[in-house]
């Protein structure tokens, strides 16, 4: 809702100093501005009932500095609590806008420096850096997510173990496999929510204390923020706060907030209000209610990238030391979203036309089209539309870049054959436009706009660049980079794949055919790789009646996951082996021979990726 009280204040002020035809004017337009306030509350509150979405709260700050807050839907599915616009919600990764802010803070005060080695602060964490020699990783790898290292493991993200105030450290036991850098620091963007809880180690090694309380006394405090806290809060038991919306998922399913190990990651407790008083000190030259609180310098770099292939190659898209470029529907800005459990949240800003919005939702629905509300509010702000980049000439040596190109690095090692076999994007040249062709989704077509720049079609500003470095042909956006394979290693990922699958499906359909006929017995060939293929159900009762939260924990249905799946190629193997020695007596045994040893060698290859046996609570 609009603030209404200023305007009534004023007006009475007003009529008795220029009388009624001023007063009745600002009656105008203050009617207009409820109105246009009403409307956008309509729309939201419309599309959150066909989304299926229980609520949320929103906050826009003008280019006149009015700032305006709202909010549509339930608070709680469960009690039918209507959502308030001074409710609290919890904003996952925007969390890490206020640890970079932080930061930002220590380094203003030189306490720490942006190019401080990591080892200098944290000589405890022993990271695997292949390129330590020349390029260790720093502070700024840190925060501009370039410091090469892993985005999250299931057991740091799913697990009902950790506490409200576990160790940060507690995250990184054997850090030394766990903190492997997987590309040159500076050299690329890689979302790290790992890099994130390190950030949080070096606060609280600078400061002496525990980071949430330095940041909710040195970061929200300062902005006027008094409704937020970087501390754990939930909705039920001794840290709950009334005033905390309930999280959700899909069909309105309620889930209250537990902790997390990278917590300075993903843990922000906040208003639609304090989030417009932290889009304003955004928007600005780093002063916090008229005192100096960061530096202009610093202020400046915090949604430019520097230093990445991609920015050096001419691109500007991409993440400074807190915000991302975000180009969408002819309006370029900076933005972080955030995720957390039950939660959903999105801050824009657009420096240039001084405006701003924040979005909060308490519900995180995979299926649910949340780009729609962030079309709303920028609809509302009334941005100006920016016209797309013109046409330019591009690099004669543009079709040597056509191949099929792999994330590079993936954005989990531990998902690395899944990205390389799945996520893989064609790349072609027709001589006007590049084209991206990946296995799932849209292909995207994109124009020249000068030499080995290139924009999409659903964008104003250049988008991609191709480039070369060491030898290999790179595609980035400035958040996402891909490398070119050969055509030869993708063949054999596909052939492994098709083959591997079409053994399993053998041993499956054929096993249940001979069972069903009677035909299988112990010595058959086929009796222990079925046996074993079926028993990959027993887990999946388990895991259903499991809290997902536990996903990463050390429980029965994990342990019987990583059992069965572990004993998969031992079955398929005695099951080659028997029709090895048993060759020469007939034909069944040739013709299971090769389907076996089809399955058996992809068994082995994603033993190799590292994805078998599946311990999830080491993924």
């Known amino acids: 809702?609009?603030?209404?009280?200023?305007?009534?204040?004023?007006?009475?002020?007003?009529?008795?100093?220029?009388?009624?035809?001023?007063?009745?004017?600002?009656?105008?337009?203050?009617?207009?501005?409820?109105?246009?306030?009403?409307?956008?509350?309509?729309?939201?509150?419309?599309?959150?009932?066909?989304?299926?979405?229980?609520?949320?709260?929103?906050?826009?700050?003008?280019?006149d500095g009015a700032v305006s807050t709202g909010a549509a839907g339930l608070a709680n599915a469960a009690s039918k609590a209507a959502m308030r616009a001074d409710n609290k919600v919890q904003v996952g990764s925007l969390a890490k806008v206020g640890v970079a802010l932080g930061v930002l803070r220590l380094v203003t005060e030189n306490k720490l420096a942006l190019d401080t080695p990591l080892a200098q602060v944290l000589p405890e964490l022993k990271l695997g850096n292949a390129w330590n020699g020349s390029d260790?990783?720093?502070?700024?790898?840190?925060?501009?997510?370039?410091?090469?290292?892993?985005?999250?493991?299931?057991?740091?993200?799913?697990?009902?173990?950790?506490?409200?105030?576990?160790?940060?450290?507690?995250?990184?036991?054997?850090?030394?496999?766990?903190?492997?850098?997987?590309?040159?620091?500076?050299?690329?963007?890689?979302?790290?929510?790992?890099?994130?809880?390190?950030?949080?180690?070096?606060?609280?090694?600078?400061?002496?204390?525990?980071?949430?309380?330095?940041?909710?006394?040195?970061?929200?405090?300062?902005?006027?923020?008094?409704?937020?806290?970087?501390?754990?809060?939930?909705?039920?038991?001794?840290?709950?706060?009334a005033r905390l919306a309930m999280g959700h998922f899909e069909h309105g399913v309620t889930h209250a907030a537990i902790p997390m190990y990278l917590r300075p990651a993903g843990q922000l407790t906040t208003t639609a209000q304090d989030m417009?008083?932290?889009?304003?000190?955004?928007?600005g030259d780093g002063s916090a209610r008229g005192k100096?609180?960061?530096?202009?310098?610093?202020?400046?770099?915090?949604?430019?990238?520097?230093?990445?292939?991609?920015?050096?190659?001419?691109?500007?898209?991409?993440?400074?030391?807190?915000?991302?470029?975000?180009?969408?529907?002819?309006?370029?800005?900076?933005?972080?979203?955030?995720?957390?459990?039950?939660?959903?949240?999105?801050?824009?800003?657009?420096?240039e036309q001084k405006s701003a919005f924040f979005i909060g939702f308490n519900t995180d629905a995979e299926d649910a089209d949340y780009e729609r509300f962030n079309r709303l509010l920028m609809?509302?702000?009334?941005?100006?539309?920016?016209?797309?980049?013109?046409?330019?000439l591009p690099a004669p040596t543009v079709e040597n870049f056509q191949g099929v190109y792999v994330p590079a690095p993936s954005p989990m090692a531990s998902m690395a054959w899944l990205d390389a076999v799945f996520g893989f994007v064609r790349v072609k040249w027709?001589?006007?436009?590049?084209?991206?062709?990946?296995?799932?989704?849209?292909?995207?077509?994109?124009?020249?706009?000068?030499?080995?720049?290139?924009?999409?079609s659903d964008r104003s500003a250049p988008s991609h660049v191709l480039l070369q470095t060491d030898g290999r042909h790179v595609l980035s956006d400035g958040l996402h980079s891909y490398e070119r394979v050969s055509m030869l290693r993708m063949l054999v990922l596909w052939g492994s794949l098709a083959l591997g699958v079409a053994g399993l499906l053998y041993v499956l359909v054929v096993g249940l055919w001979r069972a069903a006929g009677r035909k299988l017995h112990r010595k058959d060939h086929l009796f222990a790789p079925l046996l074993s293929l079926l028993a990959l159900l027993l887990p999946l009762?388990?895991?259903?009646?499991?809290?997902?939260?536990?996903?990463?924990?050390?429980?029965?249905?994990?342990?019987?996951?990583?059992?069965?799946?572990?004993?998969?190629?031992?079955?398929?193997?005695f099951g080659l082996a028997r029709c090895w020695r048993m060759r020469g007596t007939g034909t069944v045994e040739k013709l299971d021979a090769i389907p076996l040893?089809?399955?058996?060698?992809?068994?082995?290859?994603?033993?190799?990726?590292?994805?078998?046996?599946?311990?999830?609570w080491q993924l």
């Open 1 to 63: 809702m609009r603030y209404k009280e200023p305007l009534t204040a004023i007006g009475r002020r007003l009529r008795r100093s220029c009388g009624a035809p001023l007063l009745l004017l600002l009656c105008a337009v203050a009617h207009t501005a409820n109105a246009a306030g009403d409307t956008l509350a309509g729309d939201i509150g419309a599309s959150l009932r066909e989304e299926g979405l229980s609520g949320a709260v929103w906050s826009e700050v003008r280019d």
């Open 136 to 241: 260790p990783v720093r502070i700024r790898h840190l925060l501009d997510h370039t410091s090469g290292l892993d985005n999250v493991h299931f057991w740091q993200a799913f697990s009902s173990k950790a506490a409200a105030d576990t160790p940060l450290a507690e995250a990184f036991h054997g850090s030394g496999k766990l903190l492997r850098v997987r590309d040159r620091p500076g050299s690329r963007y890689v979302y790290s929510n790992m890099g994130y809880g390190i950030l949080g180690m070096v606060i609280e090694k600078v400061t002496g204390q525990p980071y949430e309380r330095y940041l909710d006394a040195q970061v929200l405090g300062p902005l006027g923020m008094q409704d937020s806290t970087f501390a754990f809060v939930t909705q039920t038991g001794a840290r709950a706060d």
């Open 276 to 283: 417009a008083r932290l889009a304003q000190l955004l928007m």
């Open 292 to 351: 100096p609180f960061i530096t202009p310098a610093l202020m400046r770099m915090l949604s430019h990238p520097s230093g990445t292939e991609a920015s050096q190659a001419g691109l500007d898209a991409g993440h400074g030391l807190a915000l991302a470029t975000r180009d969408r529907h002819n309006v370029v800005g900076v933005c972080h979203p955030g995720t957390s459990a039950g939660f959903r949240a999105m801050l824009c800003i657009y420096p």
């Open 379 to 392: 609809r509302d702000l009334e941005l100006p539309l920016r016209p797309p980049a013109a046409h330019g």
């Open 430 to 456: 027709d001589g006007d436009s590049l084209f991206l062709i990946p296995f799932q989704g849209e292909p995207k077509e994109l124009e020249p706009v000068g030499g080995f720049l290139f924009r999409a």
């Open 541 to 573: 009762p388990l895991f259903y009646f499991q809290s997902f939260m536990r996903l990463g924990d050390v429980t029965f249905a994990s342990v019987l996951a990583a059992i069965v799946t572990g004993a998969l190629p031992l079955a398929i193997a």
């Open 597 to 616: 040893l089809a399955a058996l060698q992809l068994l082995l290859v994603l033993a190799w990726w590292g994805l078998l046996p599946l311990r999830m």
